[in-house]
């Protein structure tokens, strides 16, 4: 099933499909705009997909070379956001650069942070997103960063 973007529910629960610059990613992810920031990081939420945003496909920075070390959506190159969004529409496979997992890390963590506490449809998609994490951490545990973060 595909799903229409709404600015008040910017939440593609995993196994629904959305249409990002082309591309149908899988779920699991926030779509749209305005999405306020757990932190005090003064931005939108890092891990929002703004689909206004410029995105290069065609010449995507796969190793993450423009990326800095903090990755927010809105603030990576368009040729990050075209490595990123080509990922997800991958199904989220090994040998990504550990930075676009981290970005979709940090929209489950918020997901199951933040959203459950107030939305019983949240609560119930923790055990899926937790599977996730944990086939996340199989394919990119190694890397300590990664492992320590999603391992906690």
């Not at 196994?15 to 082309?22: A, E, F, H």
């Not at 190793?63 to 927010?72: I, L, V």
């Not at 019983?120 to 086939?135: D, F, N, T």
């Amino acid at each position: 099933m595909t799903r229409a973007l709404r600015h008040d529910a910017p939440w593609v629960p995993l196994g629904t499909s959305v249409s990002v610059q082309g591309l149908a990613l899988p779920g699991g992810v926030y779509v749209g705009q305005g999405l306020e920031p757990v932190s005090r990081y003064g931005g939108p939420e890092p891990a929002l997909i703004d689909p206004k945003l410029p995105v290069n496909v065609r010449q995507p920075d796969t190793h993450g070379r423009q990326m800095n070390y903090w990755p927010s959506y809105s603030e990576i190159p368009s040729a990050s956001r075209g490595a990123y969004l080509q990922w997800l529409a991958a199904g989220r496979p090994d040998g990504a650069y550990i930075g676009y997992v981290f970005l979709f890390f940090y929209g489950i963590e918020r997901r199951v942070i933040l959203d459950s506490v107030s939305s019983e449809a949240a609560r119930q998609e923790v055990p899926a997103l937790l599977r996730e994490v944990e086939r996340l951490l199989e394919l990119y545990g190694d890397n300590g960063s990664f492992g320590g973060y999603a391992g906690d």
